[in-house]
């Protein structure tokens, strides 16, 4: 079966726009979690959708943003682009919320954001 | 407050011989524990994962030990092959309705031939 599709792969923006990346996770999972990757800061968590509902969230300003739709893609927002918003971010789908019996993520490829 | 932490960025080894990657966490409540590999260009992939109820578990040439009086975690890889060479992440989740992975810095693995 299809894999995590993350789309675009790779974009390029300048700091004040707002960009839209977007999730399918595997078929027949419900749960969708962010991350963000740089390279000194490892892989940090944004949020987790399940169902439509955002489910956890991790320490990132309001610029930051994500939903879920009833097919359980994904997609996730940031506004008002930074520098410091460069970075690989990481789509993981799971059949189930995560701890609830299922703790294995499976990634995508990600989308690399550079902000000039 | 980093609560996964691989305080080595880097190791290098040899071809055959053992690789040892260490991982410390401070949260008692984590009792599960997953291990993955990134190579450029690529997501993470699972590896090989540990409940906090064990003290090891094998798969293959992969070992996690898990010491919870120490709050540490190590993943040996035996014998290292240069296909190993990847950024390893360690990770960590506690139970309940608001569960989460955790992840370390990571550790970039070199296997010399």
């Known amino acids: 079966k299809a894999g995590v599709t993350q789309t675009p792969r790779y974009l390029i923006k300048t700091r004040g726009q707002q960009v839209t990346l977007s999730c399918s996770p595997i078929?027949?999972?419900?749960?969708v979690s962010w991350y963000q990757q740089t390279p000194g800061q490892g892989l940090q968590f944004l949020f987790e959708?399940?169902?439509?509902?955002?489910?956890n969230k991790g320490n990132f300003p309001g610029r930051f943003s994500g939903r879920q739709f009833s097919n359980s893609r994904s997609e996730m927002n940031v506004s008002t682009l930074e520098l410091g918003d460069s970075a690989l971010y990481l789509c993981?789908?799971?059949?189930?919320?995560?701890?609830?019996?299922?703790?294995?993520?499976?990634f995508g490829a990600g989308s690399r954001l550079t902000v000039l | 407050d980093q609560q996964v932490k691989q305080n080595s960025p880097s190791l290098s080894v040899q071809e055959g011989r053992i690789s040892i990657l260490n991982c410390d966490y401070t949260?008692?409540?984590?009792?599960?524990f997953l291990w993955y590999k990134k190579y450029p260009a690529e997501g993470p992939t699972f590896l090989i994962s540990?409940?906090?109820?064990?003290d090891k578990n094998e798969d293959g040439r992969f070992t996690v030990f898990l010491n919870k009086s120490a709050k540490h975690l190590s993943l040996h890889i035996v014998p290292s092959q240069p296909g190993d060479s990847a950024v390893y992440f360690c990770?960590?989740?506690?139970?309940?309705?608001?569960?989460?992975?955790?992840f370390g810095k990571g550790i970039t693995l070199s296997v010399r031939p």
């Open positions: 959708y399940f169902s439509e509902t955002q489910r």
């Open positions: 540990i409940s906090s109820i064990k």
């Open positions: 990770a960590a989740m506690g139970n309940g309705a608001n569960s989460k992975l955790t």
């Open positions: 078929s027949g999972h419900r749960s």
């Open positions: 949260n008692s409540m984590f009792d599960y």
């Open positions: 993981a789908s799971i059949p189930l919320a995560i701890g609830s019996g299922a703790n294995v993520l499976t």
